[in-house]
């Protein structure tokens, strides 16, 4: 068992590529965790997505052994976390297993709305932070006007921020030595009930369910029984051990320590993430303080492209939960898709993750509706709903108000652009809370609907201020707001697939932009067919595919005119009962490149 004053719990936090992972890198090699050549660039980050698009999605860990200068070993538990708002959830859920945390802040572009977000995160947690500084080797670098920065904006005493460049490995072991020197070991006592705090969970094909742990107070054994407190349920221990960041078997965890154990749990779902584990036959008396379960701001629908493969999608949702616990989904049906599952994810980019791993890992073709958020109803009789699914909206006569989400934005931005930018927000019913200038950089502070965020907001915010603006934003209430939902109907028949929920006066100019968009895409039939956009019983849009038309004229050739207005007259009285009776039979393909579009 380490002793409690030579172990160190920490994260590492920054805004998106600031160089977290980069620093991750160059601190295992120095401590030996790994060999030159078993060495990669993010080498925490283990998934093929994380690797593509250089950001990290699951926070990681890894156990360092460092030999300070005073002589000493430490044991160092580090955790990488992701930077993106959508997984900030994953952030807390780190800091909860730590007492300190290295604030990272790129020494050219300085803090960013992520970076004041992560660090309000670790404060509120009651963590110690040590502000480093990284890109010092770059030739924008400003190291003296990002200190001064980061004490203006955060309010942190910066005088004696690390300076370091991971990339080059200049002034790691520094890093290591202040995390050491300035960070407070963890408490705990050995001898007391068993209380370990269940950070992560994940599905492994082999040992089955794999929780990532910090044990509190007590020890963790193999073949030890534990119970989670959550659930009552009892399991007996097979495996404890720690990453290096390969996987090492320890045999026991003790109080202070970070580390995994399997259990022959079958499902991620009896892992309820922030439960506390204890001993089953002598169990502690009360669990730890957990952190609040995340909750899913966007729902979306998604569909098989092949109805055959519904079986399939729902065995990958399934798994991507077990590795994912803040994706919930449900099933649901549509007349105009088939038989799919409502989902709900803390933000777009969760939602394209989670898109993209189903269409590489499971090699599934899916079709997404278009995102929207979750409004309270409440009705004329008093009755409350929850309205996940703009299909399910209740008759218009019945309802008495209509609360919408509501976000608190942080924008961080250059001068030159703020204008645009501000621009924006007014266009998407934004009110601004206040303006401060910081440095040469402005921050606005915006109360924005969700359900305008969600649309293309952050794209919209990036191409204004030339990728220059960061975004960081938290769930502020709801609000009543006068919405309606906007129909589409093909031949006078609803298609549930394309409602949606949007601000009155805009509804007019979303249901023309996407007629106008169906138009190209309904097949002609030979009648004509309207495709309208409709609030309720009133027409707000329309676009008509015109006939295809056979030639009945063709053979009569020469002759009196009468013969050929007859046919004409004929195939008329059949256009117009064929109208009635008619049936627009519209492909999948045409939905599918509708509801991708809808994207633009």
Not at 44 to 71: F, S, W
Not at 158 to 168: C, H, L, Q
Not at 186 to 213: K, T
Not at 500 to 525: F, S, Y
Request: aromatic share 6%; charged share 25%; with cysteine.
């Amino acid at each position: 068992m380490t002793d409690l004053s030579h172990i160190r719990n920490f994260s590492i936090i920054a805004h998106i590529d600031h160089g977290k992972s980069t620093l991750a890198d160059r601190m295992i090699q120095l401590c030996g965790g790994l060999t030159d050549r078993e060495m990669h660039e993010q080498v925490l980050d283990n998934m093929e997505l994380e690797r593509e698009r250089g950001i990290t999605i699951k926070a990681q860990t890894v156990r360092l052994e460092y030999k300070a200068r005073d002589g000493e070993t430490y044991h160092l538990n580090l955790m990488d976390t992701p930077g993106h708002v959508d997984f900030s959830y994953e952030v807390s859920r780190s800091l909860a297993a730590c007492e300190g945390a290295l604030l990272v802040v790129d020494a050219s572009q300085g803090v960013e709305a992520q970076t004041l977000a992560n660090a309000y995160l670790a404060i509120d947690a009651d963590l110690e932070l040590v502000p480093v500084l990284n890109k010092v080797d770059l030739p924008a670098a400003e190291p003296d006007r990002i200190r001064q920065q980061i004490e203006d904006v955060i309010g942190l005493d910066a005088s004696e921020a690390v300076m370091i460049s991971a990339k080059t490995g200049l002034g790691v072991d520094e890093v290591l030595e202040s995390i050491v020197t300035k960070m407070p070991p963890p408490e705990g006592d050995a001898d007391s009930d068993l209380q370990a705090l269940l950070v992560d969970s994940w599905y492994d094909p082999y040992l089955g369910v794999v929780a990532l742990m910090r044990v509190k107070h007590g020890t963790l054994k193999k073949g030890q029984k534990i119970r989670m407190m959550s659930t009552g349920i009892a399991y007996t221990i097979d495996r404890v051990g720690v990453f290096t960041p390969a996987r090492t078997e320890t045999g026991a965890l003790g109080p202070g320590e970070i580390g995994f154990i399997t259990a022959q749990i079958k499902t991620v779902a009896d892992c309820n993430v922030g439960d506390t584990i204890t001993d089953d036959r002598k169990p502690a008396a009360e669990p730890l303080p957990g952190f609040k379960p995340s909750v899913p701001v966007v729902f979306s629908s998604l569909f098989p492209a092949d109805t055959a493969e519904y079986e399939d999608l729902r065995e990958a949702l399934g798994r991507l939960h077990l590795n994912d616990a803040s994706f919930e989904f449900e099933a649901e049906s549509s007349a105009a898709l088939g038989m799919g599952f409502r989902c709900g994810f803390l933000g777009l980019l969760h939602m394209e993750i989670i898109q993209q791993r189903l269409e590489r890992e499971f090699d599934l073709e899916i079709i997404a509706t278009a995102p929207s958020v979750v409004y309270h109803i409440t009705l004329t009789d008093g009755e409350e709903l929850v309205l996940h699914n703009p299909s399910d909206y209740p008759d218009v006569t019945r309802i008495e108000t209509i609360h919408e989400p509501w976000i608190k934005a942080s924008i961080m931005v250059p001068d030159e652009y703020l204008g645009a930018v501000l621009q924006l927000c007014t266009e998407r019913r934004g009110e601004q809370i206040e303006l401060t200038y910081v440095g040469g950089r402005a921050m606005a502070v915006y109360w924005l609907p969700l359900n305008e965020v969600v649309f293309d907001f952050y794209d919209r915010l990036k191409s204004i201020s030339r990728g220059y603006a960061s975004f960081d934003y938290e769930l502020d209430g709801y609000r009543e707001g006068n919405l309606v939902k906007v129909d589409i109907l093909v031949n006078s028949e609803v298609v549930d697939a394309l409602s949606m929920v949007v601000h009155r006066d805009q509804a007019e100019g979303r249901g023309r932009h996407l007629c106008t968009r169906l138009k190209d895409l309904v097949p002609r039939q030979l009648f004509k067919v309207a495709l309208q956009a409709a609030i309720g019983g009133k027409v707000i849009a329309r676009e008509t595919v015109g006939a295809m038309r056979k030639d009945v004229t063709s053979k009569c050739y020469g002759g009196d005119i009468t013969r050929k207005r007859k046919l004409l007259e004929k195939q008329k009285k059949g256009k117009k009962k064929m109208r009635q009776y008619g049936n627009v039979e519209i492909p999948q393909s045409a939905f599918i490149q509708a509801l991708r579009m809808g994207d633009e």
